[in-house]
């Protein structure tokens, strides 16, 4: 978009001033030749609009200019006092939306500058330029296929393919003037190249199929770093990009932690969708306007930022305490904090069960096979009755998020004897579960005497078996779940 007022300007002043009234041009044979042969394989007769197109000869012994045309002032090479006649090179092709179909053909055009074939139904591959002047190439939005060449317009400043079929490997390129590069949405494949281009502000490499770790880029210029929705993996490169001012890494497979990067124009950050672990850095970004963490498996503490302009922070879906989240309840404008994958720990000391969590706002639910026992404001409980227990912990400043504690069996007696209509018998390293049939489709959990959950499968028949051969000496629980409540319990002990 922000080269449309641009390309309309130049149209304008080739029009304007260099071929007004009395004004006729010519352009060399051997351009024309390459014009014909460009409208015949794309389309021509289909184009939108084509004016001028259809008798390319016939256009240039008018003052007409064929539509899409950018042509340079030229050379007068006869006049009159009548008409003045130009000698011309094609400089810009703007077909932008035009309807335009079929593979570019290969162009041979040493004045070119622009060539915008954006936006239409262009396919197969992307043919060598012979275009020595080339500095803006734009065939996004196509369905070209195949790979892309390795160019070596010197001149390339602008070079956007984002939205094709391209294939294979992304060149090293050696284009020192090269400002964009933007190859987001192929299925480009295998790793990002290190690129020394000097000039680059802005790459877009999203929405591939790219994998292998980031390159460390000394690329001083850059502005816009995005590299979401592929393959990507390893720990994020500290980097030392001054100028960086947007840095897009989410949806891929990166681990490790979080850098605390030294980037102090950076203004947007989306990390989210990988596997980033561990505690966040005390950042010192105060540009920052969005920060997004979400989706990962980030802990611990996490400092009290200084970023006075930050709007939108997610650190959805980590595992968070309520600690560490009451820090930035005020520093956004949108603070995203819901559905942490916290699990608590829970233990039992002489009669009483605790929970153990952060947080100046607690509140703590107990749960008895899923019913609500008892809600208070201390982390500890003494039971009544046998049966498993967990905790749900919610906090009035962060009214979003509710954690939960895993579950702890508690009983006052070894062996449960109670008879029922699930019977647990051992042979063999393993133990069969037999019922009589109205449990079929029910989860089979089995928990440890921590309450930590080591088997889940599914009752799919009324007589299972579980594998046992790997399970400690000790006390066991079975529990039958069905549509989130717990519909039988039995207790079971090892002993090897």
């Not at 240039?60 to 007068?76: C, R």
């Not at 960086?244 to 497979?253: A, Y």
């Not at 490790?256 to 989306?270: A, I, Q, R």
Request: charged share 20%.
């Amino acid at each position: 978009m922000r080269f449309i007022l641009i390309q309309f300007l130049l149209i304008v002043l080739f029009v304007d001033s260099a071929y007004s009234s009395g004004a006729f041009y010519q352009i060399s044979q051997s351009e024309v030749g390459e014009l014909e042969n460009l409208y015949e394989s794309l389309g021509g007769e289909n184009w939108y609009n084509r004016d001028g197109w259809a008798d390319l000869s016939a256009s240039f012994s008018t003052s007409e200019i064929p539509f899409g045309l950018g042509l340079e002032a030229g050379v007068v090479i006869s006049s009159n006092s009548i008409t003045t006649v130009y000698l011309v090179n094609v400089t810009g092709i703007y077909f932008n939306k035009n309807n335009l179909s079929g593979e570019i053909p290969e162009l041979n055009l040493q004045k070119l500058i622009w060539l915008d074939l954006s936006d239409n139904n262009l396919n197969g591959e992307i043919p060598q330029l012979i275009a020595p002047q080339l500095e803006r190439l734009f065939l996004y939005n196509n369905q070209l296929a195949g790979n892309i060449p390795n160019f070596n317009n010197q001149n390339l400043t602008y070079l956007y393919l984002n939205r094709n079929e391209l294939s294979g490997n992304i060149p090293d390129f050696n284009l020192p003037k090269l400002i964009d590069l933007i190859l987001l949405g192929n299925k480009l494949s295998g790793e990002i190249p290190d690129f020394k281009l000097a000039s680059l502000q802005r790459l877009d490499l999203s929405t591939n199929l790219l994998s292998g770790e980031i390159p460390d880029f000394d690329l001083p210029d850059l502005d816009h770093l995005i590299l979401n929705n592929n393959n990507i993996s390893g720990e994020i490169p500290s980097f030392n990009l001054q100028n960086l001012r947007r840095l897009e890494l989410s949806n891929n497979e990166l681990i490790g932690t979080v850098p605390n990067f030294n980037m102090p124009k950076l203004y947007y950050l989306d990390l989210g969708y990988n596997n980033l672990s561990g505690e966040l850095p005390d950042f010192d970004l105060p540009l920052m306007f969005f920060l997004y963490l979400g989706n990962n498996e980030l802990s611990g503490e996490i400092s009290r930022f200084e970023m006075p302009s930050l709007n939108n922070f997610n650190i959805t879906k980590n595992k968070f305490t309520f600690g560490a989240l009451e820090k930035n309840i005020d520093e956004a404008t949108i603070y995203q904090y819901e559905t942490q994958d916290t699990i608590l720990p829970i233990k039992r000391i002489d009669e009483k069960i605790f929970v153990t969590v952060d947080g100046s706002e607690n509140s703590y639910h107990w749960l008895l096979d899923s019913n609500v026992v008892k809600s208070t404001d201390v982390n500890f409980y003494t039971p009544t009755e046998d049966g498993i227990y967990y905790c749900q912990v919610s906090n009035s400043l962060l009214p979003n998020l509710t954690l939960s504690s895993h579950t702890i069996s508690v009983t006052n007696t070894s062996v449960d004897e109670q008879e029922n209509d699930v019977k647990i018998t051992q042979t063999n390293g393993q133990i069969n579960i037999s019922t009589n049939g109205k449990y079929i489709g029910s989860e089979m959990k089995i928990f440890n005497n921590i309450g930590k959950i080591i088997y889940s499968g599914k009752m799919l028949n009324s007589n299972e078996s579980v594998d046992i051969s790997g399970f400690a000496t000790g006390g066991y629980n079975f529990i039958l779940v069905k549509n989130n409540q717990i519909i039988s319990s039995k207790k079971f002990i090892i002993v090897k």
